[in-house]
């Protein structure tokens, strides 16, 4: 979906919409900074923190600190507490695709996932902190996302 676009294994923060992975002890995985400074580093206003999240880090005090509004970077926050097989990839798919066709991020993810009691089992266990709110992928000249 972002052809040109995917770095893997850099040792630099790269400027992008972000992907990484935890730890065992909650830290992004490789890196020393905190998950506010990588995102603010990459200038990333949406972050897909892609791998699942252990057991019990939701309820660490610097965890939570993490994921804090910074004043200076707001991002809206994707976290996933399973990703559920194949639905992670194809709730992504179609999440992306409608923001690369300006629909906002919010309004897609409450037309993907909406917000009720029980959640569709035809999906990833995700939760998004929508610090960054209505964000859309910027279109391209020519029409193409």
Aim: aromatic share 6%; net charge positive; charged share 15%.
């Amino acid at each position: 979906m972002f052809p040109g676009n995917v770095e893997v294994g850099k040792q630099t923060v790269p400027r992008c919409n972000v992907l990484c992975t935890f730890d065992a002890a909650g830290h992004i995985a490789g890196r020393s900074s905190s998950l506010r400074e990588v995102i603010k580093t990459a200038g990333a206003h949406v972050a897909v923190l892609a791998s699942e999240t252990p057991t019990g880090l939701m309820s660490k005090p610097d965890f939570g600190k993490s994921l804090s509004a910074g004043a200076d970077w707001p991002s809206n926050i994707v976290i996933t507490l399973n990703r559920n097989g194949a639905h992670f990839g194809a709730f992504f798919r179609a999440l992306f695709t409608q923001m690369q066709a300006g629909v906002t991020m919010l309004l897609a993810w409450v037309a993907l996932a909406p917000q009720r009691p029980v959640q569709s089992a035809d999906g990833p266990a995700i939760v998004c902190l929508m610090q960054a709110g209505h964000i859309a992928f910027a279109r391209r000249a020519g029409g193409a996302g």
